[in-house]
Nanobody, 120 residues
Framework: QVQLVESGGGLVQAGGSLRLSCAASNPIFSIAVMAWYRQAPGKQRELVAS??????????DSVKGRFTISTISRDNTKNTVYLQMNSLKPEDTAVYYCNARPIIDLANYWGQGTQVIVSS
């Protein structure tokens, strides 16, 4: 089982930047894919960005060139994934969720979500 804790959401003006963090209870080398999803009011949850254990990244067309997903080492055990969000737009307003699929079972694990509000 993987526990995920997100942080970094908030209110920002259009054109601004935010960085979301997701700390996993398990080392990232044990997780096949880590991703960020978002859900805006009245809309379905959608994939924003993902990164595989091999480092392959994937982005939604709407965020390409503006968002960057990355992992970082801490105490020699990689367990955090970040989402750097630049040039934010009002349409980026949503609750952002961290997702992890461990190698051992590929089940979906979710964080509690963090709210991002972009004002125009």
């Amino acid at each position: 089982q993987v526990q995920l804790v997100e942080s970094g959401g908030g209110l920002v003006q259009a054109g601004g930047s935010l960085r979301l963090s997701c700390a996993a209870s398990n080392p990232i080398f044990s997780i096949a894919v880590m991703a960020w999803y978002r859900q805006a009011p009245g809309k379905q949850r959608e994939l924003v960005a993902s990164v595989t254990i091999s480092g392959t990244t994937n982005y939604a067309d709407s965020v390409k060139g503006r968002f960057t997903i990355s992992t970082i080492s801490r105490d020699n055990t990689k367990n955090t994934v970040y989402l750097q969000m630049n040039s934010l737009k009002p349409e980026d307003t949503a609750v952002y969720y961290c997702n992890a699929r461990p190698i051992i079972d590929l089940a979906n694990y979710w964080g509690q979500g963090t709210q991002v509000i972009v004002s125009s």
